[in-house]
């Protein structure tokens, strides 16, 4: 039997969430933008009245107030969101005790067994809508498919306030038509690659030879083709909802003792790809790095400290330890254990990504890297990607299958992945 997703995508969270408290605002264009004291402010998301009048998510703020005069910009309120996101969740999970959120203001929620007791798909999406509408006042785009990814294009499909449900009957018709970047995981890249090659829309990746595709892209070819036809199996995850985890971390005890910085270097790797990748599915971003040292004394220490973006990326939690480690630690004895914790856990929407000083753009390749390898993980196993580093050190890499072995950074280099 097929199974019953919804996806479920509050719209214009930020700025309806925003009009909740600013009852004043009421019919008025209203944007959540960036410190408009600094000159990178950007506009985060806006009210369909602001869109109408050419207000873009991502532009500066002075682009927006002049493409709609009298546009009023409030600071983002992260707290507000958060805590509105919970009571998302707080609903979604009335109808399914799988509910796994993509950002704050999205959620898969698995339905596959409250269908009969509270009817069809699109009889649950209805009530999780009016839910949604009576007890928070703001409204949800929803999509309901028999996998995650035609879900998601559901709730994409029309809003705001509005249900699509993509059938066996109706993909072809309504989710092939479209342009190939509407499917979850062509980004601009790999569309202009498709493009390149006469694939425009969903359908056509559908009906490219999967080996074709994989030729061209890697693993993510192969990955798009499974979308397109409908056939992607990843289950909606259980989340925790109610006990918000604090920090996440991961340590090992070494199979031999480590003795110089390049070993600890790969097992810090080795444990922040972990970190990351929990943070990731759990998106969230955090600002304190902690790493736990031990000797084959037993001796431990721990030590951490703050950086000025909060971050789920493997690289940047694994050079922040490894300084930390360089920092803190003599070479005095070898060492039998390491650990690795990412605290001061915030939203990964969190804008501090658009901050241009931290290079946006080397953080975005390598958070597309993670997340590549993320999905790469899921579907082959945490043993198919090591960092080309483990190389160095076998013996203290975990075993791998050979036949398996991708490397993340070449797969990067080749430039065939924008995510989202
Ligand atoms: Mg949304």
Known sequence: MDRVILHSDAN????????????EYDGLPLAVGGDAEKRHGIILTANYIAKRRGVKTGS???EARQACPGLIIVPPNYDQYIRFSGYLREIYSKYSDRVESFGLDESWIDATHSVGIRGDGLSIANEISRDVKNEL???????????KIFAKFGSDYKKPDAITVIDRENYRRIV????????????????????NVGICTIGQIAEADPDYLQGMLGKHGLMLSIFAHGEDKTPVAKENTDAPMKSIGNGMTMPRDLVNDMEVKMAFYMLSETVATRLRENHF????????????????FTRHHKIPVPTNISDEIARNAMALFLANYRWHKPIRGVGVRVAGLKGENYPYQLDLFNSEERREKQLAADRAVDEIRKRFGTAAVQRGLMY???????????????????????????MG
């Open 285 to 300: 971003a955090g600002n304190i790095i902690e790493i736990y040292v031990r000797d084959n004394d037993l001796m431990g």
């Open 12 to 23: 214009c969270f930020y700025a309806s969430v925003e009009m909740l408290h600013h009852p």
């Open 137 to 147: 006042g703001l409204t949800v785009s929803i999509g309901v498919s028999w996998n």
């Open 60 to 62: 500066a703020l002075w």
């Open 392 to 418: 160095f050190g076998p013996d203290i890499t975990p075993r791998k299958r050979q036949e398996q072995t991708i490397h993340p950074h070449s797969y990067l280099e080749r430039g065939n992945l924008t």
């Open 176 to 195: 092939w038509t479209k342009p190939a970047e509407d499917l979850l995981y062509v980004g601009r890249a790999t569309k202009r690659k498709l493009a």
